[in-house]
């Protein structure tokens, strides 16, 4: 039963002030009253770039745009001219943008999606006229397209949607007056409402990078916020046609993997392994509004790999989603809380495993099908729902011994499904919120898998974003719960996890149960935040219960928390001589647990300037006092902590020049003897318009005199009986990311991806904790104790005082990674694309464990990485993967 006294304060707390808050201000910051026309053609188009068909010259153009940057509200300093014409089929676009220089237009040419550096024209459009959504099209100067989504009523860079991914066609011509643009915008490309007369929100933006210049049509001052919501209204658009909206995209792919080292006799793997697969997407319209997205037998094999890591917290690593069935329309499933649905949990790697001396198993997963429902409703409903199935897989073994096969279940088939229901309300376009989530494995009866998994799980709730005065305040929130059951191991390991940590000796709630077959738990939080003016703020309180869990369907780092948070900025967006904008503020935040332990308690200072020459600096100052910690023993008793303090410094480039850099800083210390040191560089250059080149390197030393290693029987009383035992590890990590590119044409790029990774890790003052909230340790080799090596494996400690000796593991460390790839992707059709794909996989560990021959330095393991080592992860052994993969795209009208 959950302890509803102690986890339904956070919740009750937050409901009471909640209550009161209804959206009943108006807004004061209102839409645009500027119109433009679109005008019905019966021409042709032909779409070339050049203004010259007849439809132009019937159009009804206008060009009243005013700076935004650098003076804002200031006539630009070259004209744009725009137009608009539509026919049954899709909108059009015209653009004239004059030069004062046309030959020095900067105009990279460079693969969908990226701008480079080149000057450009977009178009935002607001089809719903929600106020609060919208679609962006864009062509620069060198022809590239761009397009993205706007999920929320803001501009903001990271909170674009750039998984949006239209077929649509724009060219460009230079000439002598400046640069021209066409594009053609299909209406099935678009979603909007059934009716006769259409008015659509709408928006246009030019950048000229050559003198860092923004103009738009509509302005949105610099202080204020708010993007959809202050659109002008595009009308003159009326009965268009009812399509079907139906898009099918089969591919073809056939694969060939190439091992390094398989191993002399493995029946499994001969060096070289070659696949074929077919598949495809179908797009199918649910009337004018909804649309099904279904796939068969997807494939994932042109995306990008995961950056390597070396991981030694207790806590899993969640990577972004890459996969483009998963990444479209990504926000409407996820909504404000996405604790509920990671969507890596679909076709991720399997859970259980198969022993013998040689094992061939699936790296993922296999996803049979998926399916999802998208879109918005005239209601202002939105609406997002997802399936998915995974089936049963199984890995092979095989005994060198006795020459015997077996085989071995690894993973059950599954069932997934989200349910996302947006439904905006008011003059501010406030939203409230319905999430759901589930997981359903097929476990079969005597499946060791009952043990390692749980049977289903669920987890949802409800949400809001209140908006006041146009979006310049806001409250918003989430009440959840959680809900999953299974066989009692299974359930003892979730509740043994580190997100729970449920053996804790000296907790009061959240107790292990090894009875239980579900944990149920909830979650809430309430926000209110000003996001407009000169001084902005944000408060927080948020609540999670110890027996929350969605690491099934979702995420979930850290249950059994409360946690408050508060941060107010003071900005100024009006240029002077030596600054176009700068900003300070300070922020605090603390958690405690259920048991009302301080957890963390941190107070950071920021400082940020955007000096005239557009080069942009930044400072933060971070201090938190001595603590609790109550994960550092994994499941151990709680630790004390000191005071911590820090300081980061970072500065970059002007964004708009084609030639860049950009430099972090950081260093962190306690009273406890922490020590992180690490520094994030990058270049990047483009030598000519069809060529680009980015390098990334990262350093980072990390001294941690906190590194669990293990507990073991026979520790004191005060311990609870056992001893936890830390050391002190010496970490490094070096790397680089490597990229470049090579564009023939908008549509044929050829690109490369090269990271290589090196880390280590010394280990060193073995110690053990000698009572609970205790900042300090025990050092073996002092105090009645000794440790000596030995053997290569081992070390052995002896305790005088009671007579007991003990192991401990020798875990010093190097570890290699080099990761590539190289892409050929040609858009040979619109909407069908080419894929040739190479893919390098080189790794090696060296350790007191591994093959000595594997290891490509010579010495012993736990040398401090250096630049060197980055060589060395070439000599490493792995895989290479080849891809070719063909797509169609077929309209059906």
Known sequence: MLSLRTESIGVALLVVLVVPCHATAQSTQGPSSKRAIAVRTASPIRLDGVLDDASWREASWFEDFLQKDPDQFAPPGDRTAISFVYDDDALYVGARMYSTDPENIPRDVTRRDQYGNSEHIVVSLDPYQDRRTAYSFSVTAGGVRRDYYHPQDTDDYMARDFTFDPVWEARVSIDSLGWTAEMRIPFSQLRFNSQENQAWGLNIFRWMPQRNEDAFWVVVPRNETGWSSRFGTLTGIENIPATRRIEVLPY???TSRFTTDPGEGNPF???????????????????????LTATVNPDFGQVEADPAEVNLT???????ERRPFFTESRQVLEGQVSDYFYSRRIGGRAHGSASGDYVSGPDNTTILSAAKVTGRLASGMSVGALGAVTQREFAHSYDS??????RQEVEPATLYGVLRLQQEVGPSSSVLGFSFSGMRRFLSKGSYLRNLLSREAFAGGADWVLRFQGGRYEIWGHLGMSYVSGDTAAMLRIQRSSAHYFQRPDAVHGRLDPSRESLAGVTAALTATKNAGNVLWTVQAQTVSPRFETNDMGRLQRANTHSLFGKILYRQTEPSRVARRWSVGVQAHGNWNYDW?????????????????YIDTRLRLIHGPRNTNDTFSRGGPLMGTGHYYGVGVGTNSNFSNPNGWRLDVEYYGSESGTHLGSLRGGLFFRPSTRFGFSIDPFYQ???????????????NEATFGTRYVFANVDKTTLSAQIRMSYTVSPDLTIEAYAEPFTASGRYYDHKELPE????????????GTTIERENETTYRVTDSSDGSSFTLPVLDFNSFSFRSN??????WRRGSTLFLVWQQNRSAACSAFADPMDCPIDGTPGALSQPGFLADTFRAPGDNFFAVKLSYWLPVH
Do not use: C
Request: proline residues 2%; charged residues 20%; glycine residues 12%.
């Open 252 to 254: 073809l792919a056939a």
């Open 269 to 291: 793997d001969d060096g070289q392994t070659s696949a074929g697969r077919v598949g495809g997407d179908i797009k199918m319209g649910l009337g004018s509004s909804l649309t």
């Open 314 to 320: 207790a806590f899993e690593t969640f990577f972004s």
């Open 401 to 406: 011994t006795s020459g015997t096969f077996g």
């Open 597 to 613: 332990n301080r957890t963390v308690s941190e107070v950071t200072a920021t400082a940020d300037i955007t000096f005239a020459n």
């Open 701 to 715: 030393r990390h001294v941690d005199p906190r590194q669990y290693i293990t507990s073991i029987a026979g520790g």
């Open 772 to 783: 609970p909230r205790s900042r300090f340790f025990n050092i073996y080799g002092t105090e």
């Open 822 to 827: 190289l892409v050929l992707r040609w858009e």
